[in-house]
């Protein structure tokens, strides 16, 4: 069975901090890593990775894929009150035929 | 363009009462999902389907039926409502099964 799990669950920071959310994964064959973000509502995506040590940057948000140690991390630099939110990483196999979740990481960041 | 339409947004149920979720997508995507979310929780994936026809369960199936006769519509069927059946419920479509992932705003159910 495949296995998502985050670290931390939840982090508290204040503006301007910089943040490291951790996502470690169990797959029986790989096909892609993906981040969101969940404000209160529906999930919205971040980043889809599918290669080894090739980052991902939108803005102060970016992300990397390790495939040996089978791990991503979720780097957010100059943290703004709006970055908070719940993180959420999940999985594709390679069948690609649904994603596996982790239990997400709660961001707060206060003023 | 509506993307994924979920209905109701909200919903109380008394226990052993039945309920229909529905979803339904414009995008023309093969593959639908049903997840749920219970608080301070990720997203479990209940049922989904890969085209028209075709449903397999997910992590958390039990207490749920889903049927899938056309691409656009992905109902979710609870048959005798359970206080554990008090979530968020996500459906969701995607262009294939990472990439282009889309969800719906959610259906917050409780059951008393």
């Known amino acids: 069975e495949d296995k998502v799990v985050q670290s931390p669950l939840s982090l508290v920071v204040h503006e301007g901090d910089t943040v490291t959310l951790n996502c470690s994964y169990e797959v029986t064959n790989f096909r892609s890593l993906l981040w969101y973000k969940q404000e209160k509502k529906a999930p919205t995506f971040l980043f889809m990775l599918t290669s080894s040590g090739i980052e991902k940057k939108s803005g102060r948000l970016s992300s990397i894929l390790d495939k040996k140690e089978l791990f991503s991390i979720l780097n957010i630099t100059a943290t703004q009150t709006g970055d908070s939110a719940v993180y959420l990483c999940a999985v594709a196999e390679t069948s690609g035929s649904r994603l596996t979740f982790g239990e997400g990481t709660q961001l707060t960041v206060n003023p | 363009n509506a993307g994924v339409t979920q209905t109701p947004k909200f919903r109380i149920l008394k226990i052993g009462q039945s309920m229909t979720l529905q979803c339904t997508q414009d995008m023309n995507h093969n593959y639908m999902y049903w997840y749920r979310q219970d608080p301070g929780m990720g997203l479990k994936l209940i049922y989904y389907s890969v085209g028209a026809g075709i449903t397999d369960k997910g992590e958390v199936p039990n207490g749920y039926n889903v049927s899938r006769s056309t691409t656009e519509d992905f109902p979710l069927r609870l048959e005798l409502a359970a206080p554990s059946q008090t979530s968020v419920y996500f459906c969701?479509?995607?262009?294939?099964?990472?990439?282009?992932?889309?969800f719906g705003s959610g259906t917050r159910l409780t059951v008393v």
């Open positions: 969701a479509s995607s262009l294939q099964g990472d990439y282009g992932y889309t």
